[in-house]
């Protein structure tokens, strides 16, 4: 009985945590919900600490995740070039995002809904990154070359695949993003990483 209970409230505490707020729904259908939703920059202190907040799940089937899902493709359609995007960029901090995909044929654009990484290849793959969310800055990273990522469409299907190469250092980059990770904080922790390795080094020596 007990367990029953305690199933039972954690049902209760999923399903309402996938509930969206109201100040969300206010954000998912301001203006026209045809049109682009706004990308939110590091530059404006709201828009950074939404950006730097730490997601939650979404119902796939939730109408309003509908929405936000189109919205979010539009948004990333009018950038200039943009290969990615996460929702946390237009304001709404969920497990949403999109990429486009170098490893199939046309490269088309599609949405990974509750996005997460279950493995990461040792292999890693250095290359340049830029946010849409962070004016004129670009750098080198590192990333693995393989993952595997599991996610659910908005019919609420699970799908589990194994991803490589541009398209996973896609996904690995917007999934950071929807734990308030910033590429901008990432090359910083790099830094702090070669200086304790050459602090270490200069102490063995």
Known sequence: MRKYSLLLILFSVFTFSQKYTKQEIARITEGNTDTALPIFQTSDSLQNKVLLGQSIDADPKNRYTIILVNRMKSALISTDGGVGIAAPQVGINRNIIWAKRFDKKGAPLEYFINPKILWFSEVLNLG??????????RDYFYRSQVIQLEYFDLNGKKHTEIVEGFTA????????HLSGILISDKIENQKMKTFVNVELYKEIQ
């Open 128 to 137: 340049p990154e830029g946010d849409l969310s962070i004016e004129v800055f």
């Open 169 to 176: 250092v896609i996904l690995q980059h917007e999934i950071d």
